[in-house]
């Protein structure tokens, strides 16, 4: 089983965004963090689930179930749905990584039930105004 928590932040005020996420996959725990472009946050966020997606197709660790957390609804429903008005070519890019797992599950948590991911988040963007 294969754990995944993304999460994303933009500060429009300094013009400072960042993506993360947290695997945890047979004992193994990675976090990432990168800065981003600034942009709209809720593609941030549907960037973030791609780039852990690139990662876990990196190492081949795609042969288990992946457990997909997000605090964006708007990137759970649009997996779910299999449509996004503003986002579908990422969406797109998404649902073909999906395809390399033999099954996943997305599920909205709430904020404080992804602090792991938002952590990574909250302090690169801090660093990031220094």
């Known amino acids: ?24 996959y047979n004992d193994q725990t990675i976090n990432r963090v990168q800065p ?3 942009t709209d946050n809720h593609y941030l966020e549907f960037l973030a689930l791609k780039l852990a997606l690139d990662e876990l197709l990196e190492h081949n660790w795609n042969s288990d179930i992946l457990f997909i ?4 609804k708007i990137l759970t429903d649009s997996i779910d749905k299999k449509y996004s008005k503003h986002y579908q070519t ?7 990584q999906l395809t390399n797992f033999p099954s996943y599950f ?6 404080k039930d992804n602090r792991s991911a938002h952590s990574l988040v909250h302090h ?5 105004r220094k």
């Open 36 to 38: 981003q472009n600034p």
């Open 124 to 128: 690169e963007l801090i660093k990031l």
């Open 69 to 72: 957390h997000s605090d964006s």
């Open 90 to 96: 990422i969406l797109d890019d998404i649902l073909k």
């Open 1 to 24: 089983m294969i754990k995944l928590y993304t999460d994303a932040g933009l500060n429009s005020n300094l013009n400072l965004a960042a993506t993360a996420y947290v695997i945890k």
């Open 106 to 111: 997305v599920k909205h948590i709430a904020d």
